[in-house]
């Protein structure tokens, strides 16, 4: 982790795809990941067939993980370790656990009538808040400490790419 302690001043620039091999920084690279997944819940709410909802759902999910997996590998251990928090890291990786209970009742299953949606509501409001807290709070102080943030998001946007992969 030696390496992730020495700040770049390199700036990300923005990309079509979250896991293209083109640097970004780790918080810009997540934040487009958030940016997917809300437009996805867009999606969900405009669709007006079950296999179109459950098209989007199984995206949403596989999402969602993914973006979970890669924070809690790789950009939680650095931002708790730089912060020394005891705080913040906690609090998301707990948000987590309830995201990814949501998903499990709703990846895979047959959109079936207004409970699937109300969960799919719920999952929606959850990753909000989460969103809201990582962005608004998390991700400033990252960037503040000397985190080298481009390296951190070399490091998950491969890791992406192996857990893409490995769906595939």
Do not use: W
């Not at 390296?151 to 790419?161: F, P, Q, S, T, V």
């Amino acid at each position: 982790m030696t390496t992730l302690l020495n700040k770049t001043t390199q700036s990300a620039t923005p990309s079509k795809s979250n896991i293209q091999s083109k640097s970004q920084d780790a918080t810009t690279l997540l934040r487009a990941d958030h940016k997917l997944v809300s437009g996805l819940f867009d999606d969900y709410e405009k669709a007006s067939t079950k296999a179109m909802k459950k098209k989007l759902v199984s995206e949403i999910c596989m999402e969602l993980s993914i973006h979970a997996q890669v924070e809690e590998e790789i950009f939680y251990p650095a931002v708790k370790h730089a912060l020394k928090d005891h705080e913040l890291v906690p609090e998301a990786t707990v948000e987590h656990e309830t995201l990814k209970s949501l998903i499990a009742q709703v990846d895979g299953v047959e959109p079936d009538g207004e409970m699937f949606d109300a969960k799919i509501k719920v999952l929606q409001e959850y990753v909000k808040h989460h969103v809201k807290e990582e962005q608004e709070e998390m991700f400033p102080k990252a960037k503040a400490t000397k985190l080298d943030m481009m390296e951190l998001g070399d490091m998950i946007a491969a890791r992406k790419r192996e857990l893409m992969a490995d769906r595939s």
